[in-house]
């Protein structure tokens, strides 16, 4: 089992930033792939970003390309999501996963899944 918390939403204006953290607890973390994913009121649960076990590998969403960045820091156990030049429609609850296996950007192929954080942007 893999316990995932999230922290670090908030309120900001567009062209902010923010950065969420999502500590990890409970089997080797280090071999798990992590991702980000968000969810709008009334629209799907979205990826947004992942991040191989090494941290090497990285894959982001067309929406947020050139503005987040992913890392992990292994001795810590934790993942983060750094939100640079925020729009409004990255207002959203931001979910933490992580997968056992290769990487995805599919919701449902993730196993762990934190309880989530509120991103909200104001124009």
């Known amino acids: 089992q893999v316990q995932l918390v999230e922290s670090g939403g908030g309120l900001v204006q567009a062209g902010g930033s923010l950065r969420l953290s999502c500590a990890a607890s409970?089997?080797?973390?280090?071999?798990?792939?992590m991702g980000w994913f968000r969810q709008a009121p009334e629209k799907e649960r979205e990826f947004v970003a992942h991040?191989?076990?090494?941290?090497?590998?990285?894959s982001y969403a067309d929406s947020v390309k050139g503005r987040f960045t992913i890392s992990r820091d292994s001795a810590k156990n934790t993942v983060y999501l750094q939100m640079n030049s925020l729009k409004p429609e990255d207002t959203a609850v931001y979910y933490c996963?992580?997968?056992?296996?290769?990487?995805?950007?599919?919701?449902?192929?993730?196993?762990?899944w934190g309880q989530g954080t509120q991103v909200t942007v104001s124009s």
């Open positions: 996963a992580a997968r056992q296996g290769p990487r995805s950007i599919v919701v449902r192929e993730y196993n762990y």
């Open positions: 409970g089997r080797t973390f280090s071999s798990y792939y």
């Open positions: 991040i191989s076990w090494s941290g090497v590998l990285t």
